[in-house]
């Protein structure tokens, strides 16, 4: 029988009185691995008084003192990798060295934060009234950043550990209490990455990590009149939660459909190493993946020889053995691809490698000639699977990238630095990369998504900026 991992709350770890637990299935043997507590509404209720109590005390505690205790939090959660990294290898099947890199890369984006922190958090402004119309030099405002109270917390399965850290981070330095409600796959990880913050010895309450059915305690959650900021990364449930959360900001990042334009005069080395990496590493699951190929038809064959060489050397296993394409995190998630797979099949897209699936595992798959009636030319695979649509010209690629709902990254190919500025500045999405696969890191660069790729941006600067408000004293003279 699997243990139950106790969820965190008030500095302590708890069993939930509900008495039930939430299976985590292992993707790779598809059966139960871990457990979790799930979570009652009351107890939602007490983690989010206890965070509201202990914020209060929190705001008032140097700005030296809060980030010291980050960056021992970064320090242990280091120690850590190595537990850390295997219950990721469990719990979503990521390549093993892959997940020692998210819990290396979590430190280092809690440091970060801590000294960018003490900067912005550091400085204020000071404004005189003179400069406006009809104004006398009699009115001294001075502003700084304060605290918006509790914010909720909801990463996504595909990073656990580093896109949990990089909502709780930001939180924590600008003086926040922080709840966070990890994914079901990589919730143990999480548990586990919350307690490094234990460890580092925060205040009781300031932080809390609370598991258990979206069914059951998720619109409690984000509805909760003592929530006051949200920060999600995820899917679907993104546009629900933005549609039911009270007046208080919100940070979503909801996925995408990046597109790599290939124009003809592109290193197509270069185009072929990135669409490896940019599509397939952690077999796609990556909301910056690279999701559709969009090349010049003169030099496509050459690109998809060369993309399918790379594609035979992929390794395809188990993520123990630290193969490049692992299975994909749930049998409903391999259940979606595959329809997206027979959907092109049936509108005659070209296979450029065999279909093959076992269990949650797929192989990887290019699909050449994909055109805009398959569903692939549009809809996130979150997989394997990557389709390759042959453009007339540029202005074609644009269409492609700009007619999606989606609006997250980009790519653009060419050695054309002219021409690369101006489609770069036509593609409606929130970040376009020149000769480069997508990526949201390095961690300080902005990350935001246009349209229903979400609201606000990210990036260790701007998530501390939005998780503050400006607070302005004014000094009026006589
Ligand atoms: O899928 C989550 C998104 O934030 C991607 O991050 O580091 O893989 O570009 P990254």
Avoid at 4 to 33: L, M
Avoid at 193 to 208: E, N, Q, R, T
Wanted: with cysteine; aromatic share 6%.
């Amino acid at each position: 029988e699997a243990e139950v991992y106790k969820y965190y709350s008030d500095g302590e770890w708890r069993k939930s009185s509900s008495g039930k637990s939430v299976p985590i299935i292992n993707p790779t043997t598809r059966k139960p691995q871990y457990k979790v507590q799930a979570c009652t509404q009351e107890e939602v209720n007490q983690v989010m008084e206890a965070a509201t109590s202990a914020q209060k005390s929190w705001a008032k505690t140097p700005l030296w003192k809060r980030a010291e205790l980050l960056h021992k939090a970064a320090a242990i959660l280091k120690e850590h990798k190595a537990p850390i990294a295997d219950f990721l290898v469990k719990e979503i099947a990521k390549p093993a060295k892959d997940a020692v890199t998210e819990v290396v890369r979590s430190g280092d984006l809690i440091s970060y934060t801590a000294e960018e922190g003490v900067r912005i958090l550091g400085e204020g402004k000071f404004l005189v009234s003179d400069s406006f119309p009809g104004n006398e030099r009699s009115k001294y405002c001075l502003t700084s950043k304060i605290p918006l109270g509790v914010v909720l917390a909801i990463p996504p399965f595909n990073y656990p550990v580093n896109l949990a850290v990089s909502k709780i981070a930001p939180a924590l330095i600008a003086g926040n209490a922080l709840v966070l409600k990890p994914p079901t796959q990589g919730a143990v990880a999480a548990l586990h990455m919350v307690h490094c913050f234990h460890l580092a010895g925060f205040p009781k309450g300031l932080i809390s990590c609370i598991t258990g059915k979206g069914s059951e305690i998720g619109d409690f959650l984000t509805m909760h009149p003592l929530v006051k900021c949200i920060s999600f990364t995820g899917g679907d449930t993104g546009a629900a939660i933005s549609k039911k959360a009270g007046m208080i900001p919100l940070q979503m990042e909801l996925g995408g459909k990046d597109a790599c334009i290939v124009l003809e005069d592109a290193d197509l080395d270069l185009v072929a190493a990135n669409i490896i990496k940019g599509g397939f590493s952690y077999s796609g699951q990556r909301c910056t993946a690279v999701k559709v190929v969009l090349v010049m038809v003169s030099v496509a064959d050459a690109l998809v020889e060369k993309v399918n060489t790379k594609v035979e050397k992929l390794t395809v296993g188990p993520p123990e053995e630290d193969c490049d394409i692992t299975p994909v995190v749930s049998e409903s998630s391999a259940n979606f691809i595959e329809g997206l797979v027979v959907d092109a099949k049936q509108k005659g897209a070209t296979f450029c490698q065999e279909y093959k699936r076992e269990g949650n595992l797929i192989w990887p798959l290019l699909l050449d000639h994909v055109r805009p009636d398959m569903r692939i030319a549009w809809e996130e695979p979150f997989g394997p699977v990557l389709p390759v649509i042959r453009i007339n010209s540029v202005e074609e690629g644009i269409h492609h990238c700009n007619a999606s709902n989606f609006g997250l990254q980009g790519c653009v190919f060419t050695r054309d630095i002219n021409k690369a500025i101006m489609i770069s500045d036509a593609m409606e999405t929130g970040t376009v990369q020149i000769n480069s696969a997508p990526a949201r890191g390095p961690d300080h660069f902005p990350f935001q998504g246009l349209k229903d790729s979400g609201i606000g941006s990210q990036g260790i600067t701007n998530s501390i900026n939005m998780m503050t408000k400006i607070k302005s004293t004014v000094i009026n003279l006589p």
